[in-house]
């Protein structure tokens, strides 16, 4: 039997309609507020004037359109130490910070990219030996915040100009395998005259190890055969910088 209620046949080949997507919810305006008044502070005192949770918040806005983005920021700095630490951190230990996910983790590490494509740009076309304060802001951002040792070249010409920056090898926490034939085999690839040896110390504090001197004199020496100059080993820390050349070690 059916009922009293008249119904409506659909015409044939056409779909029940789907149920429109309810409207897109704004942020609540204390959070709208927050985002403007944080901008304007920016605009008003620069950007130099933030901290670091600030800095990293407003980075943030442009990843997440809705929410508040300050506890991802605190979250990050909690867990990596530093801004500079934050950006340095790989894409999965990113994602590890609850509310960062793939996207964000992404963006995070662009900013880092061009901060070290920045700091290369302004040691490639001069020469690498009389740019000491930028070589010095260059290799801080690539490997200050590092959480392994790693260790990398750079490879110059015979007017000491930027050739390559290289990544030799990854390591653990407290060492990297250098193996000095292998870094005179990619000089000769790249007709590299003089190379400037890099590494990390994660544990913060620069000072050459006992292995690391080693390490160096092996190179050094390997070099005086096939006439490749060892210019420096600069050893990269959250502390700071310490070169062998400084330090009278070789």
């Known amino acids: ?29 204390h959070q709208l507020g927050h985002r403007e008044r944080l901008r ?67 963006d995070l590490k662009l900013l ?14 001069r020469t690498v030996i009389s740019s000491w304060t930028a070589l010095l802001g260059y290799v801080r951002v690539a490997l200050a915040n590092e959480p392994r040792e790693q260790f990398r070249v750079l490879f110059l010409d015979n007017k000491n100009q930027l050739i390559a920056d290289e990544v030799m090898n990854h390591g653990t926490v407290d060492h990297a395998p250098v193996y000095p034939r292998e870094v005179m ?34 190179i050094v020496e390997a070099g005086k055969a096939l006439k490749i100059n060892v210019h420096d080993h600069l050893v990269v820390g959250r502390d700071g910088v310490a070169s062998f050349k400084a330090l009278g070690l070789f």
């Open 1 to 29: 039997m059916v009922s009293g209620r008249s119904l409506k046949a659909t015409p044939p080949g056409v779909a029940d309609a789907a149920p429109a997507d309810p409207p897109a919810r704004s942020p609540p305006a």
């Open 40 to 106: 304007e502070r920016a605009k008003a005192g620069g950007l130099a004037a933030l901290p670091d949770y600030e800095l990293l918040e407003l980075y943030l806005f442009r990843t997440f359109a809705r929410g508040d983005v300050k506890p991802k920021a605190k979250a990050l700095l909690a867990r990596f130490g530093s801004f500079g630490a934050t950006i340095s951190a790989s894409i999965e230990e990113l994602k590890t910070v609850p509310g960062v996910g793939e996207t964000a983790a992404i």
């Open 112 to 125: 880092h990219e061009a901060a070290l494509r920045a700091g290369r740009d302004k040691i490639a076309k």
């Open 185 to 218: 085999r990619r000089a000769l690839e790249l007709s590299s005259s003089n190379i400037i040896l890099l590494h990390n110390h994660p544990s913060g504090d620069p000072t050459p190890s006992r292995p690391d001197i080693e390490m160096t004199k092996q």
